[in-house]
């Protein structure tokens, strides 16, 4: 299913005199396992050209639709910017995420990856203890095979974040990192989320700047949830905000996905 969507701005959106509207390909799978990827995508569709004017492209197909899509070399070739909002934790498809990947390092292409975009191709970066983890060796051996002079897409490396697990679901206040970076320069210092899951941090790239972060009472430590990573050409903005319709449907959240996108795409 393809829908292209005009969405201008509303009277509360900057203003952007004989600007061009940024232009987004928003890439989702239908109907999702774990998160309600249509009504988030309704959501965003409502509410972030309040902020910000974008001309969207919505490719949310079901999943096998969706990976065809993202093996397509040059599927972000007509956008400006792409954003995933997608869970692929357990493919082992490395000549997919190796596409996706180089649609930002190589070709420049900025994106934002959403929520568990980041648990994603989890075998690509291993989970210790897990059969991602174990196939890990064999999958890097298998691509120097294949392809002997590309680097092995390890999409923890592209995100800017390992993480393979995340605390549960709970009200979170959210602190601006410092220095105060430009996405979040109209915040307020503390921001509430009245339910969402924090992602641990297991290890933050150095190529990766901090934006966000909260605490966690279960580990009783500072994690990293929104960040720019330089990877490659191109920049990524890491948000692991996302899991359910509180966060989707909370203004800061919106506002926070429109000033990436005027960030990573200097518009
Ligand atoms: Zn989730």
Redesign the pocket.
């Known amino acids: 299913m393809k829908t292209t969507v005009l969405l201008l701005a509303s009277l509360f959106a900057p203003v952007l005199y004989g600007a061009e509207p940024v232009e987004v390909l928003y890439i989702t799978h239908l109907p999702g396992r774990?998160?309600d990827y249509k009504a988030q995508m309704e959501a965003f569709k409502k509410h972030v050209p309040r902020f910000t004017e974008v001309e969207v492209t919505y490719r949310a197909g079901n999943h096998d639709e969706t990976v065809a899509f993202l093996k397509q070399p040059d599927f972000a070739r007509d956008h400006d910017i792409i954003i995933y909002n997608l869970?692929m934790a357990h493919s082992y498809d490395t000549d997919q995420a190796y596409n996706m990947i180089v649609q930002t390092t190589e070709k420049g292409k900025p994106a934002i990856l959403l929520?568990?975009a980041m648990?994603t191709f989890w075998a690509t970066f291993g989970k210790p203890g897990s059969r991602e983890a174990e196939n890990t060796p064999r999958l890097k051996t298998e691509w120097r095979a294949k392809h002997p002079r590309l680097d092995f897409p390890d999409w923890s490396t592209f995100s800017g974040l390992d993480t393979k697990r995340?605390d549960k679901q709970r009200e979170l206040k959210v602190l601006r990192a410092k220095p105060v970076h430009p996405i979040v320069k109209d915040f307020q210092s503390e921001w509430t989320i009245s339910k969402d899951?924090l992602y641990v941090n297991m290890d933050f790239k150095s190529t990766a700047t901090p934006v966000l972060k909260a605490h966690s009472v279960q580990d009783k430590k500072e994690h990293v949830l929104a960040w720019v990573n330089q990877a490659g050409k191109g920049k990524v903005f890491g948000i692991t905000l996302?899991?359910?319709m509180e966060t989707f449907s909370d203004p800061d959240y919106h506002r926070v996905l429109a000033n990436a996108i005027e960030f990573l795409t200097g518009k």
Do not use: S
């Open positions: 774990y998160h869970c929520h568990c648990h995340h899951e996302g899991h359910g």
